[in-house]
């Protein structure tokens, strides 16, 4: 819980975890459809104007800033084998 | 013969589906609509050990909730049309996701066969997948394949007749909990009794639906009464809560059974990261972008002309030979003034046509096109659309048709509105051989630069109109913005080939059909009444083009000119097609030479008329399509009017500035 904080400010190659979504329900639902739900490792790779360029689970995703916002994520230790 | 077995191809976007599908159908494709790109279904046959399998192609979805158009497309037809066995086509390398869609298969009763696509990746990179582990804890079928080298297609085939046999449509069922089971029960008992229901649909996947709040389910339901009881259940719980806990509840059930499928089932490293950074650069990625559309103009350009002049010298050679064989006058000028000058001038672009479509196929297919999307998301954005409006709207590139049809991947009523309405300024393909004859002749070796800027304007004008209608017609924000990026791949010739083949198919059918009837009336026109010169002023259409001639003669546009574009609603093709049969002079070096010696046709006029076509009124097949996509016809005469109208203004201020400039 120490490091909480939005996707939106995780730098670029940051691998993260997924802790929250904090999105009405349609978003979340859709979210989730996706393969952005709670615990997924997720790791911004770039951004352009104002999307975010992220990689989850090895698919890539073009996320709106706005969206990305809503997305609470925590750093998770690189090369870390536990992850699931 | 044995009685047909239908099978329906369903799975997530970017998996390959199109490619197993095309794999398993061969040629044999009854192409109902635009292919290519899944928009609408895509029906094959495939004979298979005296089997008739007919293969329905599905529109790629995460899941099987009423998200998008294109979902319940998918969703309505297996529910609808109970086909006898479903392939879902999964990624082997993303399973987990993909198993996401299967959950909601299966709970659905479906027949359903897993296709493991792109099976070679996922050995390459060490993972195994226990296919008999698979196939026995969700009792389906499993098959490994790798679609773009045919390898386990025989299987799937196989597969596929194998389940039709033992049919045994068991509805998979996913345990939710105590209390959601409590929900789902209590909504099974008030439904249980609708007759439709009792009919059609499985009772508990329907609970499940209203549980999560599914208001397309609700519509199913056919009792009045039972609709109140269900909505007064609905109103007293608190849904949302059901939803999450559900969806979790299947990330769970797929989750435990990850492991027992999927030894060292690994994130990818993925090779597309470098490229990724270079593209979707914030500084480079549009002017990749604009010198990868300049390309392909200029290709489209340099690469037909060869051919182009090979039809044209046939043309040319077929009308001399009808100028010296048939006697009775009025027969050599239909065939002579008529079909040949109007048909010829129109399948002389027919290379132009296929090069284009097959360099959009290579985008598509590539990958790069989910990427375009990424970089004019912010520019989208600020003209009030996401990102993802792009996509229709580079394919209308191709043909406004299908491209409007593209729109229902948009999940918001209001973005997918505004997008339809935009999507005719792109400029399709019909409208190409006008730019070609005019600019060709006019232009000569700025032709292409000439084409490249009408694409610009007609962006431009398609962006500046999005924001307009944002702010007047349809208030509020674009939806917020998500899409996956398929990794990039190497593009399967063959399928790009096919994609331009089936694109240009429809070229040929439409100057087959609607072009050739076009064109005749308008020689008909052209020819009488008796004794008046041939397409003079004197003639029926000289009449005509009189009559509406004062409508564009601010713009310097004569009665020809009028006439074109007044046919050019049938088909924008027709503008060059009748300019050739009015000038009698065919198509290509012929028409050119005419239209230059004509003193009433200026550059800046030409410039005018290209404009004009770039933008009035799209063809009568994209107003259809415009008002069965929106069911409105208040928005279809919205979309026609204002298009002409901005037509019109653009064209003018274009005909002024150049007759300044040149």
Redesign the interface.
């Known amino acids: 819980m120490t490091s909480r904080m939005p996707l939106t400010m995780s730098p670029p190659g940051q691998t993260c975890r997924i802790c929250d979504v904090c999105a009405g ?11 952005l ?2 615990n997924s ?1 997720i790791q911004p ?7 975010l ?1 992220v ?1 989850v ?8 800033r ?2 990305a916002t809503k997305i609470m994520v925590e750093p998770v230790c690189e090369g870390g084998a536990q ?2 | 013969m044995a009685e047909k077995i239908k099978v329906a191809v369903a799975g997530n976007p970017n998996v390959g589906k199109t490619t197993i599908f095309n794999a398993l159908t061969g040629s044999r494709q009854k192409v109902g609509n635009w292919p290519g790109v899944t928009v609408e279904k895509k029906v094959g046959t495939k004979n298979h050990n005296g089997h008739v399998l007919e293969i329905i192609d599905l529109p790629g979805t ?2 099987l ?1 009423a ?1 998008s158009a294109d979902e319940v497309v998918a969703r309505d037809y297996i529910l609808e049309e109970k086909p006898d066995v479903v392939v879902q086509v999964l990624d082997s ?2 399973l ?2 993909n198993l ?1 869609l299967t959950t909601q298969l299966l709970e659905m009763g479906t027949n359903l066969i897993l296709a493991l696509n792109m099976s070679d990746r996922a050995e390459r990179r060490g993972d195994f997948i226990d296919i008999q582990r698979l196939e026995s804890l969700l009792g389906v079928s499993a098959i490994k394949t790798v679609a773009g080298e045919g390898k386990g297609i025989d299987a799937l085939l196989d597969s596929i007749v194998a389940k039709k046999e033992q049919n045994i449509p068991l509805p998979h069922e996913i345990g939710y909990g105590g209390m959601v089971e409590e929900k789902i029960y209590a909504l099974e008992e008030i439904i249980k009794d609708d007759p439709e229901v009792f009919k059609h649909y499985p009772p508990r996947w329907i609970a499940l639906k209203l549980l ?2 599914d208001e397309d389910v609700i519509k199913k339901l056919s009792s009045e009464s039972i609709k109140g009881k269900v909505q007064d259940f609905l109103s007293a719980i608190d ?2 809560e059901y ?2 806990e559900m ?2 509840k299947r ?1 769970q059930f797929i ?1 435990t059974l990850m492991p027992q499928v999927c030894t060292t089932c690994a ?2 490293v ?1 090779p ?2 470098m490229v ?2 270079v593209v ?3 500084y480079l ?1 549009i002017p990749i972008f604009l010198i990868l559309m300049w390309g392909m103009f200029e290709l489209t350009f340099a690469f037909a002309t060869p051919f182009m002049e090979l039809i044209d010298m046939f043309f040319g050679w077929l009308a001399a030979a009808v100028a010296s064989n048939i006697e009775t006058a009025w027969l050599a000028s239909l065939l002579g003034d008529g079909i040949i000058a109007g048909v010829g001038s129109v399948l002389l672009f027919v290379p132009n046509i296929f090069i284009l479509f097959f360099v959009i196929a290579l985008f598509e297919s590539s990958g790069y096109m ?1 990427r375009a ?3 004019m ?3 989208m ?1 600020t003209m009030g659309l ?2 993802k409006s792009f996509i229709p709207m580079l394919m209308g590139f191709g043909c406004s048709v299908p491209a409007i049809m593209a729109t229902r991947t948009l ?1 918001d009523e209001k973005d997918r509105l505004i997008t339809m309405m935009v999507t005719p300024f792109m400029s399709c393909g019909a409208r190409l051989p006008v730019y070609i004859l005019l600019a060709g002749t006019f232009f000569g070796r700025q032709a292409g630069s000439v084409i490249f800027g009408l694409y610009v304007l007609g962006i431009l004008v398609a962006i500046v109109s999005a924001k307009l209608f944002r702010i007047f017609l349809a208030r509020g924000k674009p939806s ?8 990039y791949t190497k593009p399967l010739l063959k399928d790009s080939l096919r994609h331009m083949w089936n694109e240009g198919y429809l070229y040929l059918r439409k100057v087959g059909t609607v072009i050739i009837t076009g064109v005749v009336l308008i020689w008909m026109l052209a020819y009488f009444p008796q004794g008046a010169e041939y397409g003079s002023a004197g003639s029926l259409i000289g009449s005509l083009g009189k009559l509406i001639e004062p409508l564009v003669a601010p713009l310097g546009f004569d009665w020809k000119i009028a006439v074109a574009l007044v046919f050019g609603f049938v088909a924008k093709e027709i503008v060059v097609g009748s300019l050739g049969t009015l000038y009698g002079t065919g198509g290509g070096e012929a028409l050119s030479s005419a239209l230059m010696s004509d003193p009433g046709f200026t550059p800046a006029i030409a410039l005018g008329l290209m404009v004009f076509t770039l933008l009035y009124v799209p063809c009568i097949g994209a107003v259809a399509v415009i008002k069965k996509e929106t069911g409105s016809w208040k928005w279809m005469f919205f979309q026609a009017a204002y298009s002409t109208a901005v037509a019109w203004v653009l064209a003018l201020v274009t005909v002024l500035v150049a007759n300044l400039v040149l």
Request: aromatic share 10%; charged share 25%.
């Open positions: 329900r349609g978003l979340k639902r859709r979210l989730v459809e996706l393969g739900t709670h490792i790779i770039g951004c352009s104007r104002g999307c360029l990689s689970n090895g698919t890539r995703f073009a996320l709106g706005g969206m992850i699931g | 995460y899941s909730t998200y390398t993303n987990e996701r996401y999560e709040g849904n949302e939803e999450v969806a979790d990330y989750s994130e990818e993925s597309s990261d990724d950074k979707t650069n914030k990625g989910a999307a990424f970089i998301d912010k520019l954005y996401q990102g999940e917020p913005f998500i899409m996956e990026l398929p990794p």
